[in-house]
């Protein structure tokens, strides 16, 4: 029999169409097994809805920001993530209205949880969770049971004055945080306690720190004297990262 002088070059042809169909076949179990894992993690999902339930992942941070523009979108993981909440009526005009006024029912702020916009709240909670609760049991062995505040919402520009920008909290957009009370009735304040060497002066550089990883803006005593007495706490649009 002779041999067929085009036998070589079938055979590479087919061992060409085997690699590509052998490469597709690798494609769709990687795009199958993406799809799959993405489906467990949805914090790393950029298209999952978010859920403050889930941990925190790739896609958190970016969902997190989205939200600053959306209030129905931030309200809907309000709801989606079991966080009580309330609506409450716009109020003001020009540059102090505040057509977003969301108040979280059960977070432990004294005196009583303001208004503030939909994504302080969620920003808030979060730094409930990831800072203030864990680092409570570790430094103290206790949980707080109050959060004391200075108020979210005051109509005017930056340190009162009577031009210049004005201040996130003329929006609601902001929250000043004074201190935290321990089940057992131990007050830590940001007045008397930050400069403590103690164990209350690093759980407030702690939570400080904490507070980053949630808020666009966080300022505490070492910033100006102006923040002796309290952590200013905003989600600027203008501002991201400024942790002080």
């Keep these: 029999m002779k041999d067929n002088p085009f036998r ?29 894992w ?12 978010l859920d403050l339930n889930d941990p925190p992942g790739m896609a958190t941070e970016a969902k997190l920001a989205a939200l600053r523009d959306d209030v129905p979108e931030c309200r809907a ?5 079991e966080i009580a909440y309330s609506t409450l009526d716009p109020q003001g005009e020009g540059e102090c209205a505040r057509p ?55 109509c005017r520009r930056l340190y009162g004055r009577g031009e210049g920008a004005w201040s996130e909290h003329a929006t609601g957009n ?13 007050r830590i304040s940001v007045l008397g306690d930050w400069d403590d060497e103690g164990d209350k002066g690093v ?6 720190d904490g507070a980053c990883d949630s808020l666009a803006t966080v300022l505490s005593p070492e910033y100006n004297a102006a923040h002796a007495d309290h952590f200013h706490l905003d989600m600027s649009p203008r501002w991201a990262g400024v942790c002080r």
């Design 100 to 154: 977003d006024r969301t108040r979280l029912d059960e977070y432990p702020l004294s005196p009583n949880p303001p208004p503030t916009t939909c994504g302080v709240a969620i920003a808030l909670e979060l730094w409930r969770r990831n800072a203030i609760e864990p680092l409570a049991e570790e430094i103290f062995a206790s949980e707080v049971t109050r959060i004391e505040h200075l108020g979210a919402f005051s």
């Design 38 to 49: 993405l489906a467990e993690n949805p914090q790393h999902n950029p298209w999952a809805p």
């Design 174 to 186: 902001a929250v000043d945080i004074a201190g935290f009370v321990l089940a057992d009735g131990t």
């Design 203 to 208: 759980f407030l550089h702690r939570v400080r």
């Design 8 to 36: 070589i070059s079938t055979r590479v042809g087919r061992l060409a169409g085997d690699r590509r169909v052998i490469g597709l076949l690798l494609l769709l179990a990687i795009l199958v097994g993406g799809r799959a």
């Design 77 to 81: 993981v309000l709801e989606r993530s």
